[in-house]
């Protein structure tokens, strides 16, 4: 706050800040016919109108100023990691999958808006409203054996621009490396085929198969007679 001619001297008194017309902090007392405003970091997106208003003193009229151009607020930048629940998985195997959504600095704040999940270049499940900047996908079982792409799209919201992240070295899904055989100890009522007038008791099942790179659940009834 500055004299003007031909009045002369260094004022004193108080300035109140606004924005967009409203008040925000308290008055500050003039130093050396200086005062700064508190820190504000919750302007909307777009241009803000800025106003210092001078209380005046015992010498000098009040008076008010504006920030040429108002203070302009761009979106901030977000950042996108995903993370896997099983990596490697077996083929069959269900696994889900975390993205967090992060602002990038000088950015602040804990984005909102949604996440759309993608694999292999194909959205799949609805898309999810993160939680703390945190969503996690539907429970996926079929992906391929090899290595799968994973990404998470972010959508953006009035505050965070959009981004989206790729799971580090994709989910790699294995073949199933051996069958499991279990005894069911199953007892079948009826004659089996072929031995009139006697019943099988026992079987024996066998799970799972891999064939053709597909999981097939096979079972293989071994009879034994009394």
Do not use: C
Not at 42 to 67: K, M
Not at 155 to 167: A, I, P, R, V, Y
């Amino acid at each position: 706050v500055t004299a003007v001619a031909p009045g002369a001297g260094t004022p004193t008194g108080t300035v109140q800040f606004r924005i967009n017309g409203v008040n925000f902090g308290s008055e500050v007392t003039l130093t050396n016919g200086s005062a700064s405003s508190a820190a504000v970091s919750s302007l909307a997106v777009g241009t803000n109108t800025v106003t210092a208003v001078y209380s005046g003193d015992t010498g000098f009229n009040s008076s008010s100023g504006t920030l040429a151009g108002g203070q302009t607020v761009n979106k901030a930048n977000s950042s996108t990691s995903v993370a896997s629940s099983v990596n490697p998985s077996v083929f069959g195997q269900s696994v889900t999958f975390t993205a967090t959504v992060t602002a990038v600095a000088p950015g602040a704040g804990t984005p909102t808006g949604t996440v759309q999940f993608r694999t292999n270049g194909v959205s799949f499940g609805n898309a999810v409203t993160p939680t703390n900047g945190s969503a996690s996908s539907a429970a996926v079982s079929s992906l391929a054996v090899g290595t799968n792409t994973v990404t998470a799209v972010y959508s953006g919201d009035s505050g965070f621009n959009t981004s989206s992240g790729t799971l580090a070295g994709g989910q790699v899904v294995e073949k199933p490396t051996m069958a499991s055989i279990t005894d069911t100890n199953s007892f079948l009522m009826g004659d089996a085929t072929g031995t009139t007038g006697t019943t099988p008791v026992h079987a024996v099942n066998v799970s799972p198969f891999l064939m053709d790179s597909n999981l097939v659940t096979y079972t293989l009834w071994t009879n034994v007679y009394q």
